[in-house]
């Protein structure tokens, strides 16, 4: 009795281990059919925290030259120093990282002096766009600080942007507004082709 309850041990112990064996060989089976899990590249979600950005900033300008609408289009010929915008469209197919994040940053910073200088001309003729200039600038400082943590993240080398060249205070309340829509025009151009130069970039990173 005492043998054939050994041998029946035996048995199921060969038979456990049988079992397990399949089970085991067919393991890699199982994990292969199980839907994998794509990691999000860690810069994703600040590639749209910059475009959203851009995209508010971008409405908070449209909003603004509601305001200071033209029957026809403003010459650009007051500011001299603003970002060359020409030919910038056809390039986004071609942008690589790190040199695009520092010219970003160094435009946006132009842009930024460029209005501080409205709101100081503003004031002077007690505008009443102060508040949606201040606004816009207040973004503006906080794209170029989400900019230059990006910037920080790839390596990306920082520009020194030379002081622009602003020109002098209008004196007429007429020569104010037009200034006005020139650089508004001129941002908004830029907002849309960065919020564009952003989508490329995250679009890349995720090729």
Known sequence: MSC???TSAVLVDSASSLLLSVLLAQLPLFTSALPVQHRRPAHHADFDKLTNQTRHLLKL????????AFDHDVE??????LPAMSSRATD??????KPTLSQLHADFKSFEK???WLKKASQRHQNTS????????????SLINALHHQMQKVEAPRQTAPSPSLPPHPIFHWEMVQSSHELLQQFRLFCDWATRAFL????KSLA
């Open 114 to 116: 460029h209005f501080e």
């Open 76 to 81: 650009n010929h007051r500011f001299k120093s």
């Open 130 to 141: 102060i508040p949606k200039l201040v606004e816009i600038i207040s973004q503006i400082k």
């Open 4 to 6: 054939f309850l050994r």
């Open 200 to 203: 490329t970039l995250k679009s």
């Open 92 to 97: 986004l197919s071609s942008l690589e990282l």
């Open 61 to 68: 300008t449209q909003d603004l030259m509601k305001e200071h």
